[in-house]
C-alpha cells in the first residue's frame, strides 16, 4: 500500500484530500503545526507534527523516508503573525525538491492564475513554488484549482455564503469580476487521479469548471441554493468601501485574525479567478462539474443557513463586547468619583469602593483589549462572563439596591454575558 504524505492536512483542501485518498486504498499520513487541527479533522489518522516553514533539506530527507507521494496541500493567503508566504508557498518546497528522491511522486497544489506578474504576493510566491517544483527530479504534477466550493466553509466560501444570506438586501460588489469554481470532491479526486500515476508526470492543469461568471451571479445563485428569494432591494458596494473595508481587515490580520476581506482576498477577487480545464482534461483527467452541479451536490440545511446568516453577526459581537468593555473600563478610571458613588451607599468601606473601581476599570480594559487578539480571544470572553459574575455577585452583596435602579447597572450586565459566551462558543480554534 502507497504511503501519501499529505501536507496541510488538516485543512479545507487537504482534508479532504486525506479522506479521498484513504477511501483509495493510500495508507495516508498527515503533516502540519497544530495538534489540536488535526485530531479535530481525523483523530485516527496518523500524524507528524512539525512546522513547514522551516523544515531543511535535511529534514525533509528524514521524513520521506518512507514516503511515496507527497501531496501538498498547506498555504496561507495573507502575511500575518503565523503566515509567511514567501516560507511556505516557497521556500518548504525548494526545501523539499532538494531532498525528494527521484522515485517521490510530488502532487503540488498551486491556485489557477498564479502568476510571477500577479497583482497579489499570494499568486507571486505560489508561482516561486510551483517552479521549484516544475525543477524537481522527481516525478510531480501541479493543479490549480479555481475558487474551491465544499461542505465546510472557511475564507472566501464562507464570505460568499455570508454575503448571499444577508437579510432583505443583496451585495452588489465587483460586478466585473469573472469567477470560476471546483466542487471539492472533484479536486480531491483530481489528486487522487495524479497520486495513482493516472495522470502523467509534468502535468501543469488547472482543475476548474468550464464556465465563468460575474461575482454578482455566484452570490444570487448561492443564495437561491441557500432557498433564501431575491430580494428587491440591491445595496452596491462602492470600490473604494471595499478597499477601505480590506484595510480594516488587514489590521484585524495583524491582530491574528485570518478575514476573508483582507486586500489580497479582495484583490484576487477584482482580477477574477479563472482557470482553463482543456489540459487537465488532455491529460486524461475528468472535467469537474459546473457551479449548478456543485451546489446541488451540497445540502442546503438548515445548519448552513444558520451559519450563513450568523457569519458576520460573530465579529460584530467581538466588536461590540469590546467596546463595551473599554468604554465601562475608561469611565472608570475618568470619573472614578462617578462611578464610585453606584457603590457609596452600600456597605464596602471607602477605600473598598476606591480600589473595586480602579481595580475594575483596568481588568475592565484588559479584557476589552484582550478579546481583540485572536489566541486569546476566547479565554478573554471567558474572563468577561468571570467578571460579570463577580460584578453581579459583588453588586448583590454590598450594593443590593442596584438591582431595582432605574438604570439596571446591573440588570444589563445578563446580557453581556450572554454575548460573551456566544463569542466564545463561536470562535473555534484552529
Known amino acids: 500500500m502507497p504511503t501519501v504524505l499529505v501536507l496541510g492536512g488538516y485543512g479545507l483542501i487537504g482534508s479532504a484530500c486525506c479522506r ?52 501538498n496541500a498547506a498555504g496561507a493567503l495573507q502575511e500575518g503573525p503565523s503566515d509567511d508566504l514567501e516560507a511556505i508557498h516557497a521556500t518548504m518546497l525548494n526545501q523539499l525538491c532538494a531532498a525528494a528522491p527521484p522515485t517521490l511522486r510530488l502532487v503540488q497544489i498551486s491556485a489557477a492564475g498564479v502568476s510571477l506578474e500577479a497583482s497579489t504576493e499570494f499568486f507571486r ?28 466553509a472557511y475564507g472566501g466560501t464562507a464570505l460568499l455564503r455570508g454575503a448571499a444570506a444577508m437579510p432583505g438586501v443583496l451585495l452588489e460588489v465587483l460586478s466585473e469580476s469573472l469567477i470560476q469554481t ?36 455566484l452570490i444570487r445563485k448561492i443564495r437561491s ?18 478597499d477601505l473595508i480590506g484595510f480594516g481587515a ?25 482557470g482553463d480545464p482543456g489540459q487537465w482534461v488532455a491529460a486524461g483527467g475528468t472535467l469537474p462539474r459546473d457551479l449548478d452541479a456543485t451546489l446541488g451536490a451540497l445540502p442546503a440545511t438548515r445548519q448552513e ?57 483596568l481588568i475592565d480594559i484588559a479584557l476589552g483589549v484582550a478579546i481583540l487578539w485572536r489566541p486569546w480571544c476566547r479565554r478573554a470572553a471567558l474572563g468577561m462572563v468571570a467578571v460579570s459574575g463577580a460584578y453581579l455577585a459583588g453588586g448583590t452583596l454590598f450594593a443590593p439596591d442596584l438591582w431595582i435602579d432605574p438604570l439596571g447597572p446591573l440588570v444589563k450586565v445578563l446580557p453581556s454575558i450572554a454575548l460573551a459566551l456566544i463569542v466564545w462558543l463561536g470562535v473555534e480554534d484552529r
Open 20 to 71: 479521498a485518498l484513504s477511501m483509495a486504498d493510500f495508507q495516508v499520513v498527515g503533516l502540519g503545526r497544530s495538534r489540536h487541527a488535526a485530531m479535530a479533522a481525523a483523530p485516527n489518522q496518523k500524524w507528524i507534527f512539525r512546522d513547514l516553514a522551516v523544515l531543511d533539506a535535511a529534514a525533509w530527507t528524514e521524513i520521506l523516508k518512507d514516503v511515496d507521494i507527497v501531496v
Open 250 to 274: 488587514d489590521i484585524a490580520g495583524r491582530l491574528g485574525w485570518r478575514s476573508p476581506l483582507r486586500s489580497t482576498a479582495i484583490n484576487v477577487l477584482r482580477d477574477g479567478i479563472r
Open 305 to 361: 443557513r444558520l451559519y450563513a446568516r450568523l457569519y458576520f453577526a460573530l465579529p460584530l459581537a467581538i466588536l461590540v463586547l469590546s467596546i463595551f468593555w473599554l468604554a465601562s473600563g475608561l469611565v472608570a478610571l475618568v470619573r472614578p468619583a462617578a462611578a464610585a458613588s453606584a457603590l457609596a451607599g452600600g456597605t464596602l468601606p471607602a477605600w473598598a469602593v476606591g480600589a473595586t473601581v480602579i481595580g475594575g476599570g
Open 125 to 152: 510566491s505560489k508561482a516561486r513554488g510551483d517552479a521549484y517544483v516544475a525543477g524537481a527530479s522527481c516525478d510531480w504534477v501541479i493543479l490549480r484549482p479555481s475558487l474551491v466550493l465544499a461542505p465546510d
Open 182 to 217: 471546483v466542487y471539492i470532491e472533484d479536486l480531491a479526486a483530481a489528486v487522487v487521479a495524479a497520486a495513482r500515476g493516472d495522470i502523467a508526470s509534468g502535468t501543469i492543469a488547472d482543475i476548474t469548471e468550464k464556465e465563468a461568471r460575474p461575482l454578482p451571479e
Open 225 to 242: 441554493w441557500q432557498g433564501y428569494p431575491q430580494p428587491r432591494l440591491r445595496l452596491l458596494l462602492p470600490n473604494k468601501l471595499l
